[in-house]
């Protein structure tokens, strides 16, 4: 277990407390430095039990309030963190200051974001082009890792993976993934060696009647402007019926309901 820290921090001049602030609210300042910040309890312990598979654990720094510091849950994590992990115990007032979760238990921590290098991609993956709501990133994140798709590939005008407000929506999912970021489309279709599928509203091809048995690469677009020429013009569209006439669905849930298609058809038909 960790030893206990003496020292309060009190002011927000510290320095890793001002590294905190920039981490948690600026997106450069998050590539400039490699880093950023889980927040809450159930993120840290995503984070640990991933350590369990790869032999380390990613923390860098351990931050946490001094009233969550006999919190039976921020307890357990300390306990399973090893002794060269620093943990610093902050004034209530100053961490409630730079926090970006409402009302919890007051525990977040930096790790270093990984940075795997792409190579050959012959087994199923998911591929954002230019997402950019870090709500419909994390749940395509955490959507894939629950049917059990590994390989994430972003290209440069995706929101960051590893942000935040990712983190959060993703619910810790990154932990479970191979995740690429800042890819162009060249990198793409140098990389991906399996056919390349994406939603489209000018197909008749209805995604029930596609084989999605072997594997693929679904592609999900950008919110407004939907998958680009490039990856488009390489890609087999499939449309998701819409019988009610709308415009489109939310990249989330078309995301969602073309991996869980692809599952039922493996596992269920």
């Known amino acids: 277990m960790v030893s206990n820290p ?4 009190t002011s927000d ?25 889980l927040e809450g309890v159930h993120l840290l312990d995503a984070a640990l039990r991933s350590s369990f598979q790869t032999e380390q654990v990613p923390f860098s720094q351990v931050l946490l309030a001094e009233s969550a510091s006999a919190h039976a849950e921020v307890r357990q ?13 902050l004034s209530d007032t100053l961490y409630q200051s730079i926090r970006s979760l409402g009302t919890g238990v ?37 959507t894939a890792a629950a049917v059990g ?7 440069n005008a995706t929101a ?41 509203s000018h197909t008749d091809t209805l995604i029930y009647e596609h ?12 919110e407004g402007q939907g998958v680009c020429d490039e990856l488009i013009q390489c890609a087999t569209p499939i449309a998701l019926p819409q019988p009610n006439g709308q415009e489109s669905l939310n990249v989330a849930i078309a995301g969602s309901l073309c991996l869980y298609e692809t599952l039922r058809q493996r596992q269920y038909s």
């Open 6 to 9: 003496t020292e309060l921090i």
């Open 13 to 37: 001049k510290n320095a890793t407390v001002k590294l905190v602030k920039a981490l948690l609210t600026q997106a450069r300042q998050r590539k400039k430095h490699g880093q950023t910040v």
């Open 77 to 89: 994590i300390l306990a399973r963190l090893p002794t060269h992990i620093p943990v610093l115990i």
């Open 106 to 142: 007051d525990i977040m921590a930096i790790i270093k974001v990984p940075t795997p290098s792409l190579t050959t991609i012959n087994d199923d993956c998911l591929i954002l082009n230019d997402v950019q709501d870090s709500g419909n990133v994390g749940t395509l994140l955490r």
């Open 149 to 155: 798709i590994h390989h994430i590939l972003c290209t």
């Open 160 to 200: 960051q993976a590893w942000s935040p407000k990712t983190l959060r929506a993703g619910m810790g999912a990154q932990f479970a993934l191979t995740i690429y970021e800042g890819l162009s489309t060249q990198d793409i279709l140098d990389h991906v060696q399996i056919p390349l599928l994406a939603t489209s």
């Open 211 to 222: 084989d999605l048995r072997a594997p693929i690469a679904w592609v999900m677009g950008h």
